[in-house]
């Protein structure tokens, strides 16, 4: 679909004015054909339309329309682009809300929205083995062929992202800021590596956006709804990841959560999905046949088949400590941990009265 300069200005307008969510913009458009049609409309036909005056008073002012121009000024540098709902290129998965996001401003290549996702979410406060496992997942999921969804958010979401990344994985962050307000200035770093590494930054906020309160549960329906299913990897159970999974649910994709100990905080938000009806998830293999039709694929180029891991070599002659088996094979003890959480999860290894025991297959 092409829409003409003007349309494009017009609905760039529209897009940053107040109270004017998906719905109400989708109901502009239907109501008027174009959004230049409903800018120029008089203010009794949007309140005809049950549209506030907040909504239509600011329409004219200048500030609306310097919003739009450095919005366009924005989209001519290069991998910056625009998804509209109504264009074919838009996500098929993500159509299907009632509330899509009219727009979708997107920092990289927009076509990994179209390939299959999953989402990854979790405790901005995770434990150390929390952050292990999903980066653990993130880089098993990517290496059998994913695109990894995330937030950008501290704790799981950046170990997924990270996980990712570290096979040469396609990762998506959906921001609940304008992608010119990234948030949190701790994770600048991960998204420009993010879009280095072939992924995508996605906000259907305007590029200014500050973080709001408000807007980060909003763009978990996107997380969700552009995936396949979301696995929810460590939650408290006041955490906003069970909104990205109860969104899920509602959405109609699957839903996995990992268990932990009962002794755990951080596992509660997970075991109560589980009693909610989530998939309990112990390896990648859970997920992948409960969507069925993958297959794990080779190791990525450049990561060497489990038979040959060191970590494994080391533990096959006796069981050892993470810090022993750290300094066994020179390597640091969090890419020691990361490691050994990821061969647990394909049953290689136990942990045994602290000592990592191999286990044969």
């Not at 996605?202 to 549960?217: H, I, K, M």
Request: charged content about 20%; hydrophobic content about 45%; some cysteine.
């Amino acid at each position: 679909m092409h829409i003409s300069p003007a349309e494009l200005e017009a609905r760039l307008r529209l897009h940053s004015l107040p109270e004017l969510g998906p719905r109400r913009f989708r109901r502009l458009l239907e109501a008027f054909g174009h959004a230049s049609a409903a800018l120029s409309a008089p203010a009794a036909a949007w309140r005809s339309l049950g549209l506030p005056a907040a909504c239509a008073e600011p329409r004219r002012d200048a500030e609306i329309r310097e919003r739009a121009a450095h919005a366009l000024g924005w989209l001519e540098q290069p991998g910056r682009h625009l998804l509209m709902w109504d264009d074919p290129t838009y996500p098929e998965l993500l159509a299907e809300l009632d509330d899509a996001p009219p727009l979708l401003f997107v920092e990289g290549d927009p076509a990994l929205l179209e390939r299959p996702q999953l989402a990854m979410v979790g405790s901005r406060r995770a434990s150390r083995t929390g952050l292990d496992t999903a980066c653990a997942f993130a880089r098993s999921l990517a290496g059998g062929g994913f695109v990894v969804t995330s937030g950008l958010a501290l704790g799981i979401d950046g170990a997924a992202h990270q996980g990712a990344l570290e096979v040469g994985g396609a990762t998506v962050a959906v921001l609940g800021t304008g992608l010119e307000r990234l948030y949190p200035q701790r994770h600048v770093g991960l998204a420009a590596r993010i879009v280095e590494g072939g992924g995508a930054l996605v906000s259907e906020l305007p590029l200014d956006c500050p973080p709001q309160a408000g807007n980060f549960p909003r763009r978990n329906r996107i997380i969700s709804g552009l995936s396949l299913g979301v696995l929810v990897v460590e939650a408290s159970p006041s955490s906003g990841s069970l909104i990205t999974a109860r969104l899920a649910a509602e959405q109609g994709r699957e839903v996995y959560a990992i268990p932990g100990s009962i002794h755990h905080p951080g596992a509660r938000g997970c075991h109560q999905l589980i009693r909610e009806g989530a998939a309990l998830v112990e390896s990648v293999d859970d997920i992948l046949q409960a969507l069925g039709g993958w297959q794990r694929l080779p190791p990525t180029a450049g990561e060497a088949p489990r038979s040959e891991s060191p970590l494994l070599n080391q533990l096959r002659a006796a069981p050892q400590t993470s810090e022993g088996l750290a300094r066994a094979c020179g390597l640091d003890l969090g890419e020691t941990l990361a490691a050994l959480t990821e061969l647990e999860l394909e049953g290689l290894v136990v942990c045994e009265a602290g000592r990592w025991v191999h286990r044969a297959v």
